[in-house]
């Protein structure tokens, strides 16, 4: 079992940064992966980028450059620049054991007003 609690959300203006976190316990060892995924008022959830057990990261949204994921196993951060008004979401954390079984975190929202 793996538990994970994100932070650090908020409202900002555009413009602005924000870094959130997300602080998973348990049975962290067997995490392979951990990701931030994005759900935005009727849309579905897309994935924001991920960072691999051996340090790797992947970036699938389109302004990568904006985002930077990092952290290891027990604390991974998301740290969020130059935000625009459709960054606004629940951003969630999730974190895969095994390659296999997920685990997700119960989101954090992030506000970006013009």
């Known amino acids: 079992q793996v538990r994970l609690v994100e932070s650090g959300g908020g409202l900002v203006q555009a413009g602005g940064s924000l870094r959130l976190s997300c602080a998973a316990s348990g049975s962290i060892r067997a995490i392979t992966q951990t990701d931030w995924y994005r759900q935005a008022p009727g849309k579905q959830r897309e994935r924001v980028a991920t960072?691999?057990?051996?340090?790797r990261t992947e970036y699938v949204v389109s302004d990568k450059g904006r985002f930077a994921i990092s952290g290891d196993r027990s604390t991974v951060y998301l740290q969020m620049n130059s935000l625009k008004p459709e960054d606004t979401a629940v951003y969630f954390c999730r974190a895969l054991t095994h390659g296999t079984y997920a685990y997700w975190g119960q989101g954090t929202q992030v506000t970006v007003s013009i």
């Open positions: 960072v691999f057990d051996d340090g």
